[in-house]
């Protein structure tokens, strides 16, 4: 039987608990082998992010807890721009076989008639919606993950507020023994 791949891309600046609960939940109501966490090299819209390998050592960190879950840096050798769509192109020739699913939060989709070529993205890595609390989801019957946003773990660090019960620990210390977020910056 081929294996079934969930493809959850994202910024990841930083990875926060309600990416780490969209992993487990994936892996714990869908029919997936594992789920393949992708952090995007650059911004597709030009927002500015923290350096790609210090986002790929935050997701080791987030996830680190949750068996069936690994870290993919195949964004670092694709060409820019960083979309979706070559991602996934990049994956299934990386996966030979594999069945992909792409696993969105509900808060984007009404951002998908912005993406290159959503229907592709759909044909190659039929999505795994999961519902973002403020966010209406097709399926009204799924249960919303908490409305943590990076950018308020960005503040809550640059601030020096906690950030308990948000961020991992570990992720949180990362963070700030590196200085990633010292400075407010423009999104």
């Given at each position: 039987m081929s294996e079934r791949i969930?493809?959850?891309?994202?910024?990841?600046?930083?990875?926060?608990?309600?990416?780490?609960?969209?992993?487990?939940?994936?892996l714990a109501t869908?029919?997936?082998?594992?789920?393949?966490?992708?952090?995007?090299?650059?911004?597709?819209f030009g927002k500015r992010l923290s350096a790609f390998m210090h986002r790929v050592h935050m997701?080791?960190?987030?996830?680190?807890?949750?068996?069936?879950?690994?870290?993919?840096?195949?964004?670092?050798?694709?060409?820019?721009?960083?979309l979706t769509l070559h991602t996934l192109e990049a994956l299934a020739q990386a996966h030979k076989g594999a069945h992909l699913h792409l696993v969105i939060g509900s808060d984007?989709?009404?951002?998908?008639?912005?993406?290159?070529?959503?229907?592709r993205v759909s044909e190659l890595a039929p999505p795994i919606i999961v519902e973002r609390q403020g966010y209406e989801?097709?399926?009204a019957t799924?249960?919303?993950?908490p409305g943590v946003s990076s950018t308020e773990?960005?503040?809550?660090?640059?601030?020096?507020?906690?950030?308990?019960?948000?961020?991992?620990?570990?992720?949180?210390?990362y963070a700030l023994e590196h200085g990633l977020y010292r400075q407010e910056r423009q999104d």
């Amino acid at each position: 039987m081929s294996e079934r791949i969930a493809i959850f891309g994202g910024s990841f600046d930083p990875p926060h608990v309600a990416h780490t609960l969209a992993a487990a939940y994936v892996l714990a109501t869908e029919s997936v082998d594992r789920v393949l966490v992708v952090p995007t090299a650059t911004h597709p819209f030009g927002k500015r992010l923290s350096a790609f390998m210090h986002r790929v050592h935050m997701c080791g960190l987030a996830f680190a807890e949750l068996a069936h879950v690994s870290i993919s840096v195949i964004e670092r050798d694709l060409p820019p721009p960083s979309l979706t769509l070559h991602t996934l192109e990049a994956l299934a020739q990386a996966h030979k076989g594999a069945h992909l699913h792409l696993v969105i939060g509900s808060d984007l989709l009404a951002e998908t008639h912005a993406w290159h070529n959503f229907a592709r993205v759909s044909e190659l890595a039929p999505p795994i919606i999961v519902e973002r609390q403020g966010y209406e989801s097709p399926d009204a019957t799924t249960p919303a993950l908490p409305g943590v946003s990076s950018t308020e773990m960005r503040r809550r660090l640059r601030v020096g507020e906690s950030t308990a019960g948000w961020l991992s620990p570990a992720v949180a210390s990362y963070a700030l023994e590196h200085g990633l977020y010292r400075q407010e910056r423009q999104d």
